[in-house]
């Protein structure tokens, strides 16, 4: 059986691999667009349901939550059903989500919605880790990941201008004559434009379903500790007290990500006037540029330094930034905000590569455990929003100091079995 399996995983990786690659950066862009529009709709959401600051935040939530639920049954799953059925029921999730807000839009069915639609995207990731080993050959996954990573962060900056194109042409004079405008107009109720968003969504997966359906799938053959463990395994690990620190690790980065990112409009509207639809969008939308130029300088950096001390540089930054960002004028919180962004780029793939360089064995089972993580996007920014109505938004960003104040640590307490190669170790290595 095994050798069976091991003739077609390499066949499939020499003669397939640039077409799987391709669809793996395709399934990359649409979780990102899926994730991150949330930040960009906020002030909308607010208005057109009447909510506190407390119930957007369990909008997010509902979404990031998910991947509590998701990341380890997920891993299972795909062990026993492969990437392809797992793949597809993830965008079948996805799209359950997307149709049914776009159908009812409404605060309820949002919170539903966003738990099916991150139920989806906390599957997808689990799958195509892996897939992307496979499909572009372990020698160049560290590289085909990196990329990956760009992709994502591409999307993210262009979500929340595919927003400001339909509230800012809905219902206006001459609007009807514009792409997608016309069609829009009649399925979108006129006091929620914004909704037309989760309508590109929910025909975007049925395309992404349709394809992954049409495409033959190279069989992937994991080696043994990138298999998902069994319950016990996981038991052991959570015994662990490295496995502890690093989930709190990831845990406090997506928790800064989201808990920026999706307050990022609201602030500005709430304390400098920013139009939110446009101004607060676009500084959404490069928060995310930033973080994709950050990823490619953090690469370079790795190549001459250790991997902690490029976390301690950009996250001193980052708390530079935020200081700035909430107390500073309205100008310079429009260039602080994004430079967040910037900073936080290198946090998750350096926490990531620590926490797995920190033990011996169970990588698979662990990356779920780290995945599993990922609630801290639905954590922080709930406390956040909870925090701003009794207090004031800025007050309760200030939580994002102590999520700062976290990963500012690991790169003082890790240490790792193994460091990131540098160009110096690798010239002493030669030497040897």
């Keep these: 059986m095994n050798e069976k399996a091991s003739v077609p995983a390499s066949h499939a990786a020499s003669t397939r691999h640039y077409g799987m690659v391709a669809l793996i950066f395709l399934t990359f862009f649409v979780i990102s667009l899926l994730t991150n529009i949330i930040g960009p709709l906020v002030p909308d959401i607010i208005k057109s349901f009447e909510l506190s600051l407390t119930l957007v935040a369990l909008l997010p939530f509902a979404f990031f939550i998910a991947y509590g639920f998701m990341s380890i049954p997920a891993g299972m799953l795909l062990e026993r059903y492969r990437e392809k059925p797992v793949m597809i029921g993830a965008f079948a999730l996805a799209f359950a989500g997307a149709l049914l807000f776009s159908t009812l839009p409404g605060y309820p069915t949002a919170i539903i919605s966003l738990f099916l639609i991150g139920s989806g995207m906390a599957a997808l990731q689990v799958a195509i880790n892996p897939l992307l080993r496979v499909a572009g050959g372990e020698e160049h996954y560290a590289f085909n990941s990196v990329l990956a990573q760009l992709v994502f962060g591409g999307a993210s900056f262009l979500s929340p201008f595919i927003y400001t194109y339909f509230v800012r042409n809905l219902g206006q004079p001459g609007g009807e004559g514009k792409p997608l405008i016309g069609l829009m107009a009649k399925l979108v109720p006129p006091s929620l434009p914004w909704v037309a968003v989760y309508w590109v969504f929910a025909v975007l997966v049925v395309l992404m379903i349709v ?205 790792p079995l193994i460091a990131n190669e540098t160009i110096a170790m690798k010239k002493k290595k030669e030497a040897a």
């Excluded at 990500?257 to 307050?263: K, L, R, T």
Aim: net charge positive.
């Design 211 to 415: 394809v992954l359906a049409a495409v033959r799938f190279p069989i992937v053959v994991r080696k043994e500790e990138e298999r998902a463990g069994a319950w016990a395994t996981h038991k052991a690990l959570f015994k662990n007290r490295s496995v502890i620190l690093y989930f709190l690790g990831i845990f406090a980065y997506v928790g800064t990500e989201q808990g920026a990112a999706n307050w990022i409009s609201q602030f500005l509207l709430a304390y400098h006037k920013y139009d939110p639809q446009t101004v607060g969008a676009g500084k959404v939308s490069l928060f995310w540029g930033l973080m994709t130029v950050g990823g490619i300088l953090g690469l370079v950096l790795l190549k001459f330094l250790d991997s902690r001390k490029v976390l301690l540089g950009f996250t001193a930054a980052a708390l530079v930034f935020l200081t700035l960002a909430l107390f500073g004028p309205g100008p310079l919180a429009l260039v602080m905000f994004p430079l967040m962004g910037f900073a936080a780029s290198v946090m998750w793939p350096v926490i990531f590569s620590l926490a797995l360089n920190s033990l011996e064995s169970h990588h698979g089972s662990f990356s779920g455990i780290l995945c599993t993580g990922i609630i801290g996007g639905a954590l922080i920014p709930l406390v956040i929003g909870r925090l701003g109505d009794l207090f004031g938004l800025r007050q309760g960003m200030l939580v994002l100091y102590l999520t700062l104040g976290y990963i500012l640590s690991i790169g003082l307490w890790a240490r």
